[in-house]
């Protein structure tokens, strides 16, 4: 419900610019140029209101989610929350260009499982090269072989604004419980 609320806040902003512009009544003639023309220092600044005002909501959604599993986040400078919940064997973080083996189960914050990878079954990614979700793949750097944790991702971290066009809607903060099995 609150993706739907943040949507159409959304589309009423764009649509109330888009009002605007088509009001300009010193030019009744636009060119593709104009209306191409950085937006204005007032358009600008309501943009920006916006997606904080955006931020806020989906930053306390998340926080919330968090808060009712009783879960002790770390928030990262992105806005990635981690919470490693059991600690394994390994003794090295994986860095750039390593390959992370992973196991994970992912979901919507609804609680909708989107996918399983098992570890019999592992998905193995390079850092830095391999196209995973940021989120991801800034999660599994907090961790070492072994560890299993909770991620949550903001839309910005996952699937952002359109989603995968098969199960991830747009707009989707996503939940991983993850495993990383090996660093190499």
Same mark, same amino acid.
């Given at each position: 419900?609150? *993706? ?20 300009? !009544? ?19 600044? #309501? ?5 904080? *005002?955006?931020? *806020?909501?989906?930053?306390? &959604?998340?926080? #919330? ?17 981690? &919470?490693?919940?059991?600690? +394994? ?8 260009? %390593?390959? #992370?083996?992973?196991?994970? !189960?992912?979901?919507?914050? %609804?609680?909708?499982?989107? !996918?399983?990878?098992?570890? %019999?079954?592992?998905?193995?990614? *390079? ?9 991801? &793949? ?6 070492? #072989? ?16 359109? +989603? %995968? ?16 099995? !090996?660093?190499?």
């Amino acid at each position: 419900m609150l *993706q739907i609320i943040l949507f159409i806040k959304s589309s009423a902003v764009i649509l109330f610019f888009a009002f605007l512009f088509s009001c300009n !009544s010193s030019k009744t003639n636009p060119r593709a140029a104009d209306l191409m023309s950085p937006p204005s220092d007032s358009m600008k600044e #309501a943009m920006i209101k916006n997606n904080r *005002q955006e931020m *806020q909501i989906e930053s306390a &959604e998340i926080d #919330a989610f968090a808060k009712k599993r009783n879960w002790n986040m770390n928030t990262t400078g992105t806005g990635l929350r981690y &919470e490693i919940y059991y600690h +394994g064997t390994g003794n090295v973080f994986p860095k750039k260009e %390593d390959f #992370a083996t992973v196991a994970y !189960s992912l979901y919507l914050i %609804d609680g909708t499982l989107i !996918s399983k990878v098992t570890a %019999d079954k592992p998905e193995i990614f *390079q850092l830095s090269k391999t196209p995973v979700p940021h989120g991801l &793949e800034e999660g599994v750097t907090y961790m070492k #072989a072994g560890d299993k944790a909770h991620l949550l991702l903001p839309k910005h971290l996952g699937y952002g604004l359109v +989603g %995968d066009d098969k199960k991830i809607p747009y707009n989707s903060i996503l939940y991983y419980d993850v495993e990383l099995l !090996s660093v190499k």
